[in-house]
């Protein structure tokens, strides 16, 4: 029985490496056409001296100029990138491509590239592109804090006015708080016309937005018989 076991295990691994073989060299092939299609874009750009030539041919083969500029950086690094063709167990995408032939020739004399299967690892070694985002994360952060302390130097530089709100019986019964909220933003004390609203329906707004003082932190005052009891 362990017999059979083992020869099944056998013949699935045997399967899969089959597989990976395959997928290899598939891999290869791909990677080796990058290379050929790459090497045409660097020499085209070498022969057509005029951009508006290099920039007609580049409209003819349908590439995109940024593509290009990819593709001739891969084609500077072709014989770098040959060497490592026979890998089994590297990423020979588009991007790991890219990514390995921007890396200096100082970062992959003090690298041990073996190690290096993916284009996140190529471009975890390139030392000057670690260090240009490090550097633009770090600018950002610090524009983040300028740009909130000069919202903080705006809003208290921004006078507060008074906002006249006429509220009927639609708009408490649907949309009171909706009201408050919108204007909370630019005022801080609310006039609230409500003649047009029952003694009942002045009351329970008088009540509700009341409630909504602490949550929106503005100040009210409100005509109703309510409100003139409370404040005299």
Do not use: G, W
């Amino acid at each position: 029985m362990t017999e059979i076991i083992k020869d099944e295990q056998m013949s699935e691994n045997s399967a899969i490496d089959n597989l990976v073989a395959k997928y290899q060299a598939a891999a290869r092939k791909s990677c080796r056409s990058i290379l050929e299609v790459a090497k045409c874009v660097q020499h085209a750009r070498t022969v057509l001296q005029k951009t508006s030539d290099f920039h007609a041919y580049l409209e003819r083969i349908v590439v995109k100029e940024s593509y290009a500029k990819k593709l001739q950086t891969i084609a500077k690094q072709a014989s770098r990138i040959e060497e490592h063709l026979n890998r089994i167990d590297v990423d020979l995408s588009f991007d790991a491509l890219y990514e390995f032939a921007q890396m200096s020739d100082e970062d992959v004399a003090k690298t041990n590239v073996l190690e290096l299967r993916t284009a996140k690892d190529f471009a975890a070694a390139n030392t000057a592109k670690v260090a240009k985002a490090e550097t633009k994360k770090a600018v950002q952060a610090v524009q983040a804090v300028q740009a909130a302390k000069a919202a903080e130097a705006a809003e208290a530089e921004m006078p507060k006015a008074d906002v006249e709100v006429e509220v009927v019986v639609a708009d408490f019964d649907s949309k009171a708080e909706a009201v408050v909220a919108a204007i909370t933003s630019n005022a801080d004390v609310f006039v609230l016309h409500v003649s047009r609203l029952s003694s009942e329906k002045q009351d329970a707004l008088y009540d509700e937005l009341n409630a909504l003082r602490a949550k929106y932190d503005f100040e009210i005052e409100i005509q109703t018989a309510k409100a003139l009891a409370l404040a005299a």
